[in-house]
């Protein structure tokens, strides 16, 4: 048993007494911890409250069937893993099973020794990937879950970081480029914290008129200049006993930075036109796109509200500086807008795939989402391929091949091909291997040659 094995949840999820029994003595046995569901009902109600690394799933239960329960899985926890198990095995089950995003296929009866195979197969991914839970995070928000994904060593770093700073009342900073999700994260932060049962308010420090910032974050009182018909509460108001996001705040002026690091540092405010002082409880979150170390020394930002505000930095990389989570967030999306689109899009072709990989994403998490709901809008079939995709993509992958192909052996073609071929299948050997035209043994040569590894 290994050492790591406590960490593992599991889910086993079936009608058969027998089954959930059965199963749950063995992984208990060997270390595991689990937890187990009599329908898919109770399956997907498990898996929103906590999160599993592993659920073996029944394909035939009363009410979801288990491919319904799969895709659900799937979209509201894409890095968990799913493995099926069913007496009604066919070839056609299995491959749907797997277009969905099933981790693997068990016929019944199987023996013990196949749940272990399976689990330790799992154990050794979940090494050299981290944890389902190192993989995203929920955000419970008005019913609805949002997800913040990633599998990628920056984004798991993120998550620790999230996982420290949240329970605290620490001011923090997110930087990142736009598009990468920074309200997202803020709201992550907050939904995670003692503070959770209190408003989260954000403040679009670019669209908001100078001359009514103060008002919007302050409020105003009757009078207080003409239009001001009644008294207005504003953001720390209303926010009160929870957390206000300023949203890009490296575009406000000097003369409003002064004000709020006032609010901030003696937690009171004075509404517009009043007198008297409110003393207001609210935890500040900032996000800017802008280097504000750099806005500091140009001194266009304060240097005090700066160092106020960036008691806990966090970086949001961008969607290249992290490409291995492309896969993970396009099927996440796809899954989204499935749904929302009453589409049923099973995979992304791995052609696909790749030119997803290989575009760069100015517009980083936002503009994949975009192209993938556009994918998912105008497919044909019931896959998205290179055809589904916008232009710009098709044609910018065109102009680097061609100019890999004037510098580059033959070799370097091979591993660079090899390369998008994993990712394009979440690093699975076995589908690499036989979209390739080659054997597993031959595949895992080549990746040793090539000393081709995870980023």
């Not at 059965?22 to 270390?31: A, F, P, S, V, Y």
């Not at 797997?98 to 799992?122: N, T, W």
């Amino acid at each position: 048993m290994s050492s790591a094995s406590g960490d593992i949840t599991i889910l086993v999820a079936d009608d058969d007494l027998s089954i959930r029994e059965g199963c749950e003595r063995i992984l208990r046995g060997e270390g595991y911890r689990v937890r187990t569901a009599v329908d898919g009902s109770q399956a997907l109600q498990a898996v929103k409250e906590e999160h599993f690394d592993l659920v073996l799933l029944d394909l035939k239960m009363p009410g979801m069937d288990g491919l319904q329960v799969l895709r659900e899985i799937k979209r509201q926890s894409p890095a968990t893993e799913v493995v099926m198990i069913t007496g009604f095995a066919t070839v056609e089950t299995a491959v749907e099973a797997m277009r969905l995003g099933a981790y693997d296929y068990i016929p019944k009866p199987f023996p013990p020794s196949e749940v272990r195979q399976v689990v330790a197969k799992l154990l050794q991914k979940r090494e050299l990937l981290g944890s389902a839970a190192d993989q995203e995070w929920k955000i419970e928000l008005d019913g609805r879950t949002d997800i913040i994904i990633g599998d990628s060593p920056r984004m798991r770093e993120v998550f620790r970081l999230i996982k420290k700073v949240a329970p605290t009342d620490s001011t923090v900073l997110i930087y990142g480029e736009s598009g990468t999700g920074k309200e997202l994260l803020a709201r992550a932060i907050h939904y995670n914290s003692l503070r959770r049962d209190k408003p989260f308010l954000t403040v679009d420090c670019g669209s908001l008129v100078e001359t009514l910032f103060e008002s919007e974050l302050f409020g105003h009182v009757k009078g207080a200049f003409t239009g001001a018909i009644e008294t207005k509460h504003g953001s720390f108001e209303l926010a009160n006993g929870g957390t206000v996001f300023f949203d890009e705040i490296g575009n406000i002026s000097l003369s409003m930075q002064a004000k709020i690091l006032r609010a901030i540092q003696e937690r009171e405010i004075r509404r517009v036109g009043g007198t008297a002082t409110i003393k207001v409880d609210v935890r500040v979150i900032a996000a800017t796109n802008r280097d504000l170390r750099r806005s500091v020394q140009e001194g266009t930002f304060r240097e005090d509200l700066y160092y106020r505000l960036s008691v806990i930095p966090i970086y949001l990389p961008s969607l290249r500086e992290r490409k291995e989570d492309i896969p993970l967030l396009a099927r996440h999306f796809l899954q989204k807008y499935n749904q929302r689109r009453k589409r049923d899009i099973r995979d992304i072709s791995p052609a696909a795939m790749q030119l997803l990989c290989n575009y760069q994403w100015p517009g980083n998490v936002r503009e994949l989402e975009n192209v993938i709901e556009r994918a998912v809008v105008i497919a044909d079939g019931d896959e998205i391929t290179p055809e589904s995709l916008p232009p710009h993509l098709r044609a910018e992958d065109k102009l680097a091949a061609s100019e890999a192909f004037a510098i580059r052996s033959l070799e370097q073609v091979e591993k660079e091909h090899i390369t998008r071929t994993l990712i394009a299948t979440g690093w699975n050997r076995s589908r690499a291997a036989q979209l390739l035209g080659i054997d597993r043994k031959t595949l895992y040569e080549k990746i040793r040659r090539y000393q081709i590894t995870k980023p």
